[in-house]
């Protein structure tokens, strides 16, 4: 069973930077995949990125990319998410979610049968 556990949310001022941290349980084999993703009040959740967690190789959401880094540490079973440059419209809370399959839908958040309990990140102007 794979478990998950965000931290790292907080408040900042528009510009500023966080780092969300997911800590990860249960990957067996190699093709496992960790993604990220976020929902704001009173909108659908939406896909912020993702990684193949054996490989290293990202994918990122056109809102975020350039401004939000997606790494891992395969020996502490740890994905961070490094934003920056942050404003008001990446409020939400965040969720980290884990599949253990490949998809050939980007970013498909049904794709994903494991998720954390999520990080709320709330930037003010």
């Known amino acids: 069973q794979v478990q998950l556990m965000e931290s790292g949310g907080g408040s900042v001022q528009a510009g500023g930077s966080l780092r969300l941290s997911c800590v990860v349980s249960?990957?067996?084999?190699?093709?496992?995949?960790l993604g990220w993703f976020r929902q704001a009040p009173g909108k659908e959740r939406e896909w912020v990125a993702d990684i193949h967690f054996s490989s290293g190789g990202t994918g990122y959401a056109a809102s975020v990319k350039g401004r939000f880094t997606l790494s891992r540490d395969k020996a502490v079973n740890t994905a961070y998410l490094q934003l920056n440059s942050l404003n008001v419209e990446d409020t939400g809370i965040y969720y980290c979610a884990a599949r253990t399959r490949p998809s050939r839908r980007l970013g498909a958040a049904s794709d994903y049968p494991y998720w954390g309990q999520g990080t709320q990140v709330t930037v003010s102007s």
């Open positions: 249960g990957f067996t084999g190699t093709d496992n995949y």
